[in-house]
């Protein structure tokens, strides 16, 4: 599976609309239905004294913001978060560099629609990666409190031969695919020196049945006070998720509660059972 073209294009089906399946031409816009996830982007809510900051979700390649999102917003609302979600980046397929300003301008809405000093970021794959750009080079360290990514794209992707994604993502129609390619330039900079910039916890949710973010070791973060890596396995042996399922996972979602509820990064001995 991680290393064919029919089954990425399957994930990319999977993710978006059936229009998006075969590659469209350079000058395509892709169609989103601007539809949030479920109990997301209601810009009347009020953060209270228990979630001061709001949670921001933002999707990965091929996605917009509703695609698999559902069960991670309405979690998140149920916790008693204000919850928000943005479509970018021509479903994330363009340079990460404007996907990431277009991060921060909706990041600068939420904050003035609900007064809140910071926001929470939780993002799935690229989305989980994306935001570094925003924190380290556009100045968005200030405004993040945490960064959680669902199966992040942190250090790119490798298939057979070590092609990463080059070959069926070109710089034509997808920018991101290549710069997601292992060894890229754009994740060479990203990462050095300093993997976790700023005053921002970051926490990393992988599992080893991750076939689009190969190997799912990709997603780790260097470990320290402020940074953690969980991969799913080590709690629950027998857990199946993978690449696409991962934000709807009731355990992945526990995780980011963990991580939004506490000061720090989410505790990986926090008592997060196979069931969340």
Request: hydrophobic share 40%; aromatic share 8%; with cysteine.
């Amino acid at each position: 599976m991680r290393h064919t073209v029919s089954r990425v294009l399957l994930a990319l089906v999977l993710a978006a609309p059936a229009a998006l399946a075969a590659a469209p031409p350079a000058s395509a816009d892709y169609l989103t239905l601007g539809l949030p996830p479920a109990g997301a982007n209601d810009w009347e809510c009020t953060p209270g004294e228990e979630r001061p900051y709001p949670a921001v979700i933002v999707h990965g390649t091929f996605g917009d913001q509703k695609s698999l999102l559902d069960n991670l917003s309405l979690a998140l609302v149920q916790d008693g978060y204000c919850v928000y979600a943005l479509d970018y980046g021509d479903r994330a397929t363009g340079p990460i560099e404007e996907s990431a300003a277009q991060l921060g301008d909706f990041v600068d809405r939420v904050l003035t629609a609900s007064g809140a000093a910071k926001v929470h970021l939780v993002g799935h794959s690229q989305g989980g990666m994306m935001p570094r750009y925003y924190i380290k080079n556009l100045g968005g360290e200030p405004f993040v409190e945490d960064l959680v990514g669902l199966a992040p794209s942190n250090h790119g992707t490798e298939t057979s031969g070590g092609e990463g994604w080059a070959g069926w993502g070109t710089e034509e129609w997808c920018t991101a695919c290549e710069q997601q390619a292992a060894g890229s330039d754009f994740l060479t900079a990203l990462n050095d020196p300093d993997e976790t910039p700023g005053d921002v916890d970051y926490t990393q949710v992988v599992t080893t049945h991750d076939e689009v973010v190969v190997p799912y070791t990709s997603g780790f973060l260097t470990d320290g006070a402020q940074s953690v890596n969980i991969t799913l396995q080590d709690r629950c042996p027998g857990e199946p998720t993978e690449h696409l399922g991962i934000p709807m996972s009731t355990q992945a979602i526990a995780w980011v509660l963990d991580a939004f509820g506490r000061s720090g990064p989410a505790d990986p001995a926090a008592a997060i059972g196979c069931t969340g």
